[in-house]
């Protein structure tokens, strides 16, 4: 088996540097590929063969061009061939992402991480043209796509700020920052889905959170406003015209991640600025989506606060912290008890 594995990839080589290789590599996809990756699916990740796979897999991924994809695509009989292909290869990548290699063979990692970013970027090609559609529409396979671009776009691998300034100019360098191009490409495959937004609230508020939270300016300011759309199709669908579930998840989640150490002054700054400026806006939501954005910061303030003095010796600090929390939140239980009193009347 492992010399299967590098006898695929030497071959894919030797035709890379043999001139004109478009017809030799629709060969090795349409015969290879899909075996290569169900291989690799079936393998277990302590297997000292699987890293010969999975570069056999990033190998060809490498070589394809945009008509090999859509050939590719071309050659599944049914729709439902598609569907099964999309879905195992999307499980299959957020499993492989930076699990297989070890963590400092940075550059094997940042290929296949490049590679599997224009893959996603061809998939997502597919899903628009296929299964966007009142009747096509996929609940699975979308729900599967998104949770694989956030579980890219958090990885470890690509958070630059971990890096030496002289390792973060290199990589953007070569490879940009590809955290910006998934981020951005997850902002429009949201307003895409349009009339199927609500099937992914409360959902995907948190994996939102995940991508809003990464301390990129450019990424943060693209992907916030997707907070407010959320309030706004949940507001436009929901019967009672309020957008509870999604500030129920937000505030549960935000806790969460600030707890787990994510989040900074410039977030809360941001965020704030931003849910205004849209609320404020519109028609509807100028009065509670501002008293959300308001309270949003004022949670943020107070729980960056409390994670900065968990390990403060005195505790007459940490009890004031534990206050001010609680205070922030006491607007949310409010409206809680008093949605509760409703439904018992």
Not at 88 to 100: A, Y
Not at 105 to 117: A, Y
Request: hydrophobic letters at 45%; a neutral charge.
């Amino acid at each position: 088996m492992a010399l299967c594995g590098v006898s695929v990839f030497q071959l894919i080589i030797v035709f890379s540097l043999q001139g004109p290789t478009r017809v030799h590599i629709q060969l090795i996809m349409e015969r290879l590929l899909r075996r290569v990756n169900r291989t690799v699916i079936s393998m277990d990740r302590s297997s000292p063969l699987i890293g010969h796979y999975l570069a056999c897999m990033t190998a060809i991924l490498k070589q394809m061009d945009d008509m090999h994809y859509t050939h590719y695509i071309s050659t599944f009989k049914t729709r439902q061939d598609i569907i099964d292909f999309l879905m195992e290869t999307f499980i299959m990548f957020k499993d492989l992402m930076g699990n297989v290699f070890p963590a400092d063979w940075m550059v094997m990692n940042l290929v296949q991480m490049q590679v599997f970013l224009r893959a996603i970027n061809q998939y997502s090609n597919v899903l628009n043209k296929l299964f966007l559609d009142q009747a096509h529409f996929e609940l699975q396979l979308w729900n599967n796509y998104f949770h694989l671009t956030v579980a890219f776009l958090t990885h470890k691998t690509l958070q630059l700020e971990s890096f030496s300034q002289e390792k973060r100019n290199k990589i953007l360098n070569k490879y940009g920052d590809m955290r910006k191009t998934m981020g951005f490409r997850i902002r429009d495959m949201w307003y895409n889905i349009g009339p199927h937004k609500m099937k992914f609230i409360p959902s995907m508020v948190g994996p939102i959170l995940e991508v809003t939270l990464v301390p990129e300016p450019e990424l943060r300011k693209d992907t916030i406003p997707i907070f407010f759309d959320m309030m706004q199709c949940e507001h436009n669908f929901s019967a009672a015209r309020t957008f509870e579930m999604f500030e129920n998840e937000l505030i549960t989640k935000l806790d969460q991640e600030v707890e787990g150490g994510r989040g900074d002054e410039q977030y809360k700054v941001l965020l704030e600025k931003i849910l205004l400026e849209h609320c404020r806006r519109h028609r509807y939501l100028s009065q509670s989506g501002e008293e959300l954005a308001l309270l949003l910061s004022s949670l943020l303030e107070n729980l960056l606060a409390y994670r900065t003095i968990t390990l403060d010796e005195s505790p007459e600090h940490r009890m004031s912290c534990t206050v001010n929390v609680l205070v922030s939140f006491k607007p949310v239980a409010h409206a809680h008890w008093m949605r509760v009193k409703g439904m018992l009347k």
